[in-house]
């Protein structure tokens, strides 16, 4: 009597565009009760073919074994195989729809910030001239920059608040207290360190101005700007990681309402105080944009509140901070080798006269708001690669990698063609002097360049961010900062400026490229894995 007891068993390997790949399983022995039958009932082999007919998937298992003396072969249609192929597709395609309910609200939410810049840029420059859109150039590197420098405390909330949240792979079932632990402490230090900002502006942004080396005519509306935008420095530090959180615990329609409600009090306070009745310029828009910060601040601690993700604010633990300096060390070196490369840029452009200051004023906020197209591609890879990089999961995350760079390849062409139409058809929006206008236009070839790069630049950093790769993150900021900045001593344009920045992310996104095909780093080493032991599983099948 020979009973079957052991089943045969197939895996099918789904790659990012919906191919099965097969590979071969060894021979399982059927097991019975006679020795001469057992014998005769060893298999020989067993594999799937599959074939594609019409777009729709049909798998064959084909079973091969001696039974009886004439060497037949049964070959059985595997209904359960199909079936989980099926179903196996439908949850790819499933994952790339919930990507892109992600990405869009998210986009939205960082397209917000530079599209308000653009909208305060216009309101100054039609009511203050040239003179007043010069000023925030100076003035932006004070507030906006050094604000910059401080986005390490977001991006590590980030880290750690999706590492802690651990949500499945459609975004639910996280673990809320676990996030709202992780949160404190990047939270906390924010305000601390926001706090301290904006009394460091009440005392000293004079003596930045001077120190930068600012035109005296325009250091008058660079400094009501900067004072404004200083007071609620704490704010804006906690809005940004407020934002974090709920990004991290795969949130961005919250936030997206917020960032949308902010932006109306923004555009109806830039008529307010820059056009009619105040008129104040400068100060103006920055006091717009300084009480939408405060609503976005207050509305996001309520809403996370409600979410039950409000942590309670507390000096961070030894093991709190441990776990934040994990993060924010490497990533505040990171940023301030990004930063120097700003401020340089904004350096050299103020070496160049009025007309071309202005005119590069608006051509680097055009730039700062057609590459944040390639953020929510940067966050996806933030928030879904980091469970898969701990498990060492090659395979899901090469589909997630060539997803979200085929997205980012088509962003980067079609939205760097829109910020060459910005600046080359739209710059009589901004300002209305011709000169400066003329400026612009000329550099329109070198912003369609600096955005299509930035965008893929944006797009591979999220993964280096979700793998922790700082060491290589650093390498590359150190290294193509030093080359820019000799680089730029040889600028004598705008749009040789915009060509140090375009070399730059250029290079960046190159290296991590070639970083992940040569198995280098958490990611590359994840895949090369992968790929190694699918290779030995071919070569003994």
Not at 280 to 300: D, E, F, N, Q
Request: glycine share 8%; proline share 3%.
């Amino acid at each position: 009597m020979t009973d079957l007891l052991a089943v045969l068993c197939g895996f099918i390997l789904l790659t990012s565009n919906g191919r099965v790949a097969s590979f071969s399983v060894g021979c399982i022995p059927l097991i019975t009760h006679d020795a001469r039958e057992r014998t005769r009932h060893y298999q020989r082999c067993h594999h799937f073919r599959h074939q594609i007919k019409n777009g729709r998937q049909r798998n064959v298992l084909v079973f091969e074994s001696e039974v009886g003396e004439d060497g037949s072969i049964d070959e059985l249609e595997s209904a359960e195989a199909s079936n989980e192929s099926r179903t196996t597709i439908s949850e790819v395609k499933a994952s790339k729809r919930e990507m892109m309910r992600f990405a869009a609200p998210a986009l939205g939410i960082f397209l917000t910030n530079p599209l308000l810049s653009n909208i305060d840029n216009a309101f100054v420059g039609k009511t203050t001239g040239t003179a007043g859109l010069a000023a925030l150039s100076p003035a932006t590197i004070c507030t906006d920059q050094i604000l910059y420098l401080f986005s390490f405390l977001s991006r590590a909330t980030t880290g750690l608040v999706s590492r802690a949240y651990g949500a499945d792979s459609d975004g639910k079932n996280g673990n809320v207290d676990a996030a709202r632990e992780a949160a404190s402490a990047p939270l906390t230090v924010s305000l601390i360190c926001g706090v301290i900002l904006s009394i460091l502006y009440a005392f000293l942004t004079p003596a930045m101005l001077s120190g930068m080396n600012v035109n005296p005519s325009l250091r008058r509306n660079a400094a009501s700007y900067v004072y404004w935008r200083g007071a609620i420095a704490w704010a804006a530090l906690a809005q940004a990681c407020s934002l974090q959180v709920m990004l991290a615990t795969r949130d961005a329609v919250t936030p997206l309402v917020i960032v949308a409600a902010a932006a109306l009090l923004n555009i109806v306070g830039d008529a307010l105080f820059c056009a009619w009745p105040f008129r104040w310029g400068c100060a103006g828009a920055a006091a717009a944009t300084s009480l939408a910060t405060l609503l976005s601040s207050g509305l996001m601690l309520v809403a996370l509140k409600r979410k039950q993700l409000l942590s309670s604010l507390r000096l961070p633990k030894r093991k709190d901070l441990t776990s934040l300096l994990d993060f924010t060390g490497p990533l505040l070196a990171i940023t301030v080798t990004r930063l120097i490369g700003f401020v340089a840029m904004q350096k050299r452009a103020m070496t160049l006269g009025v007309e071309p200051l202005a005119a590069y004023q608006l051509c680097i906020n055009v730039i700062m708001f057609f590459l944040l197209f390639g953020e929510p591609l940067s966050q996806l890879s933030q928030t879904k690669l980091p469970p898969l990089v701990d498990a060492q999961d090659g395979d899901a995350i090469m589909a997630n990698l060539k997803s979200i760079l085929i997205l980012g390849l088509g962003a980067s062409i079609g939205v760097g063609a829109c910020s060459f139409a910005a600046v080359r058809f739209g710059s009589f929006l901004f300002t209305s002097d011709a000169a400066v206008q003329a400026v612009a236009k000329a550099a329109a070839p070198g912003v369609f360049y600096a955005v299509s790069t930035a965008i893929m630049a944006v797009t591979v950093d999220g993964a280096m961010l979700a793998s922790r790769d700082f060491s290589f993150m650093l390498f590359m900021g150190l290294t193509t900062s030093i080359l820019q900045l000799y680089t730029l001593n040889w600028c004598n344009s705008i749009t040789t400026i915009f060509g140090t920045f375009t070399f730059r992310l250029a290079s960046y996104t190159v290296g991590v490229i070639a970083r992940v095909k040569l198995g280098k780093g958490e990611i590359g080493r994840a895949v090369q894995k992968k790929r190694a032991n699918r290779a030995m599983q071919t070569a003994t099948s």
